[in-house]
């Protein structure tokens, strides 16, 4: 893959449009489908909980996050409109029952009252954050008392093998993260780090892994 060629996927990456948008999104929940299985069972979604997933893509996994108890409640909130629509269109039935919503954010004020989630999540989505105290600051405001924040990120020890996030990604170890999250009111509950089959990248096999960085408010 030449330079352009990266820095468009890199661009798609950050805020996806266009059919080149929708065709990376499709890839992703492949490529990315095992740290998606790993978030929804650590954010362990329980009866009465109100999820917030900041940066849900084209919604696929939604369905096993929610779950079947139809006491829970699930907001996507993305700043791409292309996602946004995407996540709706194949959520349909979920979003006309009430349970489901999806918003289209354009920076990290979000249109929310104070503790109205018990669990947030995002994954993948914080390495694209232009000003990460400002995003946790509103997810510490909307997360209720006892809730809990799920953060899901490949190390920079695994990103650095994939060559176009040298394009606009800022990179984090697990520790990075906590120590991100201690600095903005949150408290590291639980740090997994689990690792994965190997992709091919540029016909290259990487090694890769995913952490999964439990907290909660304080």
């Known amino acids: 893959m030449n330079e352009q060629a990266l820095r468009q996927l890199a661009a798609q990456l950050r ?14 929940n492949i490529n990315n489908e095992l740290m998606n299985r790993w978030a929804i069972d650590q954010l362990a979604v329980q009866p ?20 079947s108890d139809p006491s829970v409640r699930y907001v996507g909130y993305d700043h791409s409109a292309l996602m946004v629509s995407e996540a709706a269109a ?24 104070n503790h109205s989630f018990t ?15 400002a995003e946790l600051a509103e997810l510490h405001r909307v997360l209720a008392p006892g809730g809990r924040l799920l953060l899901v990120i490949r190390p920079r020890s695994v990103m650095v093998r994939l060559p176009f996030v040298q394009h606009g990604f800022q990179l984090f170890e697990p520790a990075d993260v906590a120590d991100l999250l201690a600095a903005n009111r949150f408290r590291v509950t639980e740090t997994r780090v689990l690792a994965e089959p190997a992709q091919y990248v540029g016909g290259e096999a990487v090694s890769l892994s995913t952490a999964l960085i439990s907290s909660e408010p304080v």
């Open 119 to 133: 669990k947030a999540l995002a994954v993948n989505v914080i390495y694209f954050w232009e000003d990460p105290a």
């Open 90 to 113: 194949h959520n349909r039935a979920l979003v006309d029952t009430g349970r489901v919503q999806f918003i289209w954010r354009s920076g990290p004020v979000m249109p929310f009252p």
């Open 48 to 67: 009465g909980d109100q999820v917030l997933e900041v940066g849900p893509g084209n919604g696929r996994f939604v369905p096993d996050l929610l779950g």
């Open 15 to 28: 805020l996806p449009e266009g059919e080149a948008g929708i065709a990376v999104a499709n890839r992703m």
